[in-house]
């Protein structure tokens, strides 16, 4: 008899396959014991966290990974996000891809925006008889660096931002797993705000080969993963070469979407999700916003579209106005690096007071 996909078992059952399949992250004992400190500290506070995810997750094509598959996301979204939080008196675990961008560096390490076009040597004092002056941020840019920098470092000093990486698509279900249920005593003072481009289909681990695919044949005694072949990774002969290169053809399971067990198990009491929904069809995406909502029963899902995603969003919320957009006015675009977030600002995923879906302003 045929084993049942992810996709058709429910939420729990999917829940223990899926964790079962996987041994946890190594990381993930350390970062546990960093969140439990964080969070009994804001606890202890009184005062409102947050779980921003942000980057994309990988999907690793062998268990000793060459080669991955990637999704979309840089993190600015994310980044820009963590900065308003923290502005509105939140704390932050920023769980993002490990390289990603950054809350406050982010300004500074574009491949248009580099740190080292802000920096200057200044000329050597005259005391210490060296020809090696000083490095310095240039005159045009420290207003703008001292006000990042002063941010950064208030968030710092008061343990207010805690970064956590993740790169494939398992370590982040164990990850967002872990800070959730981490989240507990917090309860009503929790947000979840997943920004992370995450994966829909991967490669169970049972079907993943051990070493790096092979693109040509290999003689009989060393083809250590033909066991894996040929439904799952299996790389067919080429008509046109049989002799000498193989195509590669990948099947995939879909990723159980776990957003469900976050907010009926995972999540505490109270808390509130807020879900991203990126789509590149400009027909589907508020029907796709609003399926999500409607199916995982959360607070808010903001919608966008790959190619203005810098410029407008749309929240779709369970309550009246249901659908509403935000855009950034078309003479302000360029001057804004990171887009929406900038002009909006996070007053909008702000939680009332008494725990209802927020009222964009
Ligand atoms: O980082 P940038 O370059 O600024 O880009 C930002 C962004 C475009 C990536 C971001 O704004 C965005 O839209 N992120 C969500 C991408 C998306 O469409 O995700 P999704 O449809 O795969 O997932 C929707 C929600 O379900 C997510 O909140 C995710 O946490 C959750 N999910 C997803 C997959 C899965 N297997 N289980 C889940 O629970």
């Given at each position: 008899m045929a084993t049942p996909s992810l996709g058709d078992m429910s939420p729990a059952d999917a829940e223990s396959v899926y964790f079962n399949e996987y041994p946890p992250p190594k990381a993930l004992p350390k970062h546990e014991a960093l969140a439990r400190a964080f969070i009994d500290r804001h606890v202890e506070a009184n005062r409102r966290v947050v779980l921003v995810t942000s980057g994309g997750t990988t999907v690793p094509l062998e268990a000793q990974t060459v080669r991955f598959i990637d999704n979309f996301?840089?993190?600015?979204?994310?980044?820009?996000?963590?900065?308003?939080?923290?502005?509105?008196?939140?704390a932050v675990i920023f769980l993002h891809r490990q390289y990603s961008l950054l809350p406050y560096s982010r300004h500074y390490s574009h491949s248009t925006n580099c740190f080292l076009d802000f920096m200057d040597e200044a000329p050597a004092s005259d005391s210490t008889q060296s020809d090696h002056g000083p490095i310095v941020v240039r005159d045009e840019y420290q207003h703008q660096m001292r006000d990042v920098l002063r941010k950064y470092r208030y968030a710092k000093q008061n343990n207010l931002l805690l970064l956590l990486p993740f790169t494939t698509v398992s370590e982040y279900m164990f990850e967002l797993r872990s800070l959730a249920k981490l989240m507990r005593p917090l309860g009503p003072n929790a947000?979840?705000?997943?920004?992370?481009?995450?994966?829909?289909?991967?490669?169970?681990?049972?079907?993943?080969?051990?070493?790096?695919?092979?693109?040509?044949?290999?003689?009989?005694?060393?083809?250590?993963?033909?066991?894996?072949?040929?439904?799952?990774?299996?790389?067919?002969?080429?008509?046109?070469?049989?002799?000498?290169?193989?195509?590669?053809?990948i099947n995939l399971d879909p990723v159980p979407k776990f957003l469900h067990r976050l907010v009926d198990g995972w999540a505490p009491d109270g808390s509130m999700v807020v879900s991203f929904k990126l789509e590149t069809d400009p027909s589907l995406l508020v029907y796709k916003a609003r399926t999500a909502l409607q199916r995982y029963s959360h607070h808010l899902v903001i919608g966008n579209l790959l190619s203005t995603r810098k410029w407008e969003v749309v929240f779709i919320t369970p309550d009246p106005p249901h659908e509403r957009w935000l855009r950034v006015p078309k003479a302000r675009r360029s001057k804004s690096i990171s887009g929406v977030e900038d002009q909006v600002g996070l007053a909008e995923a702000k939680k009332k007071s008494?725990?209802?879906?927020?009222t964009p302003e």
């Open positions: 996301s840089a993190g600015t979204r994310g980044a820009t996000s963590a900065e308003y939080f923290l502005q509105e008196g939140y947000l979840f705000y997943l920004a992370a481009a995450v994966s829909d289909f991967f490669i169970p681990r049972s079907r993943m080969a051990e070493h790096k695919i092979q693109s040509s044949e290999l003689p009989a005694h060393l083809d250590k993963d033909s066991a894996v072949e040929p439904d799952d990774i299996y790389t067919g002969e080429n008509e046109e070469q049989p002799s000498q290169r193989k195509k590669l053809v008494d725990g209802s879906a927020p």
